[in-house]
Nanobody, 129 residues
Framework: QVQLVESGGGLVQLGGSLRLSCAGSGFTLDYYSVGWFRQAPGKEREGVSA????????FYADSVKGRFTISRDNAKNTVYLQMNSLKPEDTAVYYCAASTYLSATYYYAWDREGLYATWGQGTQVTVSS
């Protein structure tokens, strides 16, 4: 069964850090670009970050630039999202998603959900003030 499994979420205080993991199960992530999205209560899901299959290109939402870092370890079939200096507005369910379409032609659309065919179940991140 092909699926993505997120882990690493939890409750953290303002200014704290968390590292989310997105592991591929039943398929190899090497050939996929991976994005992280989040959905806060009452809000639409938004793109947070993405990384191409080679790891050569990364993308970030303006709201997380300088605080979040995306990386991947293809040997472990896992993509990570290191989140530092967390704020209450980062509270959301975080999802990872895999795409075979994030080529250079579509870099401008890295945060569009339609590019991603496989999604994880999500992991809750709560930042308290």
């Amino acid at each position: 069964q092909v699926q993505l499994v997120e882990s690493g979420g939890g409750l953290v205080q303002l200014g704290g850090s968390l590292r989310l993991s997105c592991a591929g199960s039943g398929f190899t992530l090497d050939y996929y670009s991976v994005g992280w999205f989040r959905q806060a209560p009452g809000k639409e899901r938004e793109g947070v970050s993405a990384i191409t299959h080679s790891g050569g290109n990364t993308f970030y939402a303006d709201s997380v630039k300088g605080r979040f870092t995306i990386s991947r370890d293809n040997a472990k079939n896992t993509v990570y999202l290191q989140m530092n200096s967390l704020k209450p507005e980062d509270t959301a369910v975080y999802y990872c998603a895999a795409s075979t379409y994030l080529s250079a032609t579509y870099y401008y659309a890295w945060d569009r959900e339609g590019l991603y065919a496989t999604w994880g179940q999500g992991t809750q991140v709560t930042v308290s003030s």
